[in-house]
């Protein structure tokens, strides 16, 4: 019989493992509803503190966020959110209309009932946030329906870059968008969802294209330095 107080390795790793995805999913979910601004320090006694783990399981999950660019580790200082310049900016968007240029004709192409289901369901919780309103959340599932796309569009490859520039584009609205804004215009996302629903692939990829340049041009470069309590970012508060 084996014995209780002996921890399992394999249940151990898969523990540490789960903690190290929940730190960077908890990281991304902040960034992308603009609660984690550009230039953020995260120090790794906080995480250790906030979710009672090592330093090595905090590495881990701070070396898949600087993969994915959300971070940045620097020397002397450590990780601190990412600050995209406006070059970067520029690039990233421009990565991001030609990536949902393809995407949208993709969901189109395989639209089912349930898809097409799932697209009005996240409108409405978007929708819900927008009117009740909880400007974070509101940002962040303004994000999640463009993932939402990516996903329905059925190419992996496609999801996961659509994952690190969804992520990339809030940091870049965080530094540069006028206070206030909206990341991304709740009835643009209503009408390219009648858009595909209707099967117009030409219509929708025009309109994706003009509502990512439109979130552009409210892009400036005068980004605002603001303290962060890192234990309410991550939880939400």
Known sequence: ????????????????????????????????????????????ADFCEL??????????????????????????????????????????????????REIVPLVIRHATPDSLKQIRAALAAEDAARRSGDRAAWIRLGGEFHLLLAQLAGNHVLLRFMGELVSRCSLIIALYETPGSAMCENDEHQDLATLIEQGKVKEAIHLIEHHLLAIEARLHLAGQDRKVNLAQALSGL
Do not use: C, W
């Not at 979710?51 to 002397?76: F, G, M, W």
């Open 1 to 44: 019989m084996p014995d209780p107080r002996k921890a399992d390795p394999a249940a151990v790793k898969r523990g540490t493992t789960a903690i190290d995805m929940r730190i960077y999913k908890a990281v991304v979910t902040a960034v992308m509803s603009h609660r984690l601004p550009p230039g953020t320090h995260l120090g790794e």
């Open 51 to 100: 979710y009672q783990v090592s330093r090595t399981t905090v590495r881990k999950a701070l070396q898949r966020l600087a993969h994915d660019h959300i971070i940045e580790l620097r020397p002397n200082r450590g990780a601190v959110i990412a600050s995209p310049t406006p070059q970067q900016a520029r690039e990233i968007f421009a990565a991001r209309r030609a990536l949902e």
